[in-house]
């Protein structure tokens, strides 16, 4: 009998207390990016003109009764923030110490690199008051989460469990590539969301799903006048540009770009991976994700912004982001271990759709 050939990923085997570090600091990052949508839409981002002191004080020894106003959304999330960072650290610590895999090792190192990249960019931003350096630090929020959650996955006992390659069904490299498209126009998205609040255009077009009562807005000099004079005297809102409105209706256009291609990728799930509960389970996470985005996007309009629905939409978003990711990550994990499977086991179905690789294939021998 010719032995079972063993994925190069599974040869350490399931690590917990570093799957449990990562999962944990994965969770903490989530809160992160609720306080540091807070701290945008409370418009709170320079309440604190110093750092890495506090209005003079050490940061951790801040008397906390002047935590008051936008003080105390900016405060907090430097707090909050600094907490992460331990945790990354602790992440860190757990790989080199425990984990004998130079990837692992490398992926914890880059998490730990990546919260200080972040850490020195919100300091900048105060320093220098850029407000394009609020902006990349957005989304180099985003990009942790994701950073995280690659973590978890990858130390997670369905990673290093050698029967996920068992039951691992048909190749899903195409569905990967269609996940991890998603996800590139989600992050883009995403970036446009962050560009626009920085930039006063959350309610660049004040109606919804019109715009100024047209299917698009508007476009010119004279139409910019007409909306802003319908603003001034009828909404008591302050005058917009045409480059707050359109990158307004951008987002708009993005968020319906980002909805087709999520139900893409639930759509091939359901049809063709629905016994693959990996998959199937963040697809349906999806679907409630993506309603919830669509419904706090139009509140958010529509109630003029409130700061708690603004910043939820854009936990949401980083949510959506990071699920699809997931998803993507596990079908071409899952794509990368079929090729040991036996295509002789599959179904006429499951072959029509299988992907193996042209060379080096080495079926599993009875």
Known sequence: MQ???QHPQLAQGYNAPLHWTALVLCIATFPLIFLGGLV???QAGMSVPDWPNSYGYNMFLFPP????????????????ASFVGVLSIILTAVAFLTDKRRSIRLLAASTLSMVLIQGILGGLRVRLIKLDLAIVHACVAQAFFCLTALVVLVTSRWWNDASTAKSAGVPTKSLARLAFFATAIIFVQLI???????????????????????????????????????????????PVSLAQIWLHFAHRIGAILVTLLVAAVVTRVAFRHRENKALFRPAI???????????????TVLLRKPADIASAHVAVGALVLVTTFVLAVRANH?????????PSKLSTQDRQHADYPKEGFRPLSA
């Open 3 to 5: 032995p079972t050939p």
């Open 40 to 42: 945008t839409s409370h």
């Open 65 to 80: 009764r002047f935590w008051v106003g936008g003080i105390l959304y900016e405060h907090t999330h430097r707090l909050y």
């Open 192 to 238: 446009a969301g962050a560009v626009m609040r920085h930039y006063q255009a959350g309610l660049a077009i004040p109606d919804f799903p019109l715009s100024y009562g047209q299917i698009l807005p508007p476009n010119s000099d004279h139409a910019l006048a007409s909306a802003n004079n319908f603003r001034i005297h009828t909404l008591d809102m302050d």
């Open 285 to 299: 996470f999806l679907i409630a994700l993506i309603l919830t985005q669509l419904t706090l996007g139009a509140l």
């Open 334 to 342: 899952l794509a990368a271990l079929a090729v040991t499977l036996q």
